[in-house]
């Protein structure tokens, strides 16, 4: 199932963004800081690895979108956009990144939004 993981929107930008998710049909959830060090595999039950990994916690806004695909995944970020709900950091799933817990997800995103600004297609890590 479709499914958004919501980290860090202020109340008001929380509910709207949920209230889109259910006009598509798509689950969504908040994510707690206690959640951070699960992997994004154990957050959305594919994955019965409970271990919870040490990292810093962050504030910034972010969106982590799962089992959303071309055509619906255009619309729903064309809604967003519409509706003048900006989430700075967004990750569609892969097989790669349902290993990351929430914490590495938002440094990759980071280091990825880095290298863009400094005119690089990759960043340090790679």
Known sequence: MSEVLIYN???EKDAKVKML?????FASRSVERSEYGFTLGHLLGLSQDDT???GEDF????LYLSDIRGGMLNLFL???RRKKLS?????IQ????LGFTSRELY?????????????TTQHQGQ
């Open 21 to 25: 998710c259910r006009k598509f049909g």
């Open 94 to 97: 892969t097989e790669m990144n």
């Open 9 to 11: 929107l202020p109340p």
């Open 59 to 62: 504030d910034e806004e972010m």
């Open 78 to 80: 064309d809604q967003l």
């Open 87 to 91: 989430v700075p950091l967004k990750a």
């Open 52 to 54: 919870i990994r040490d």
């Open 107 to 119: 440094r990759e995103l980071c280091a990825e939004r880095d290298a863009i600004a400094r005119g």
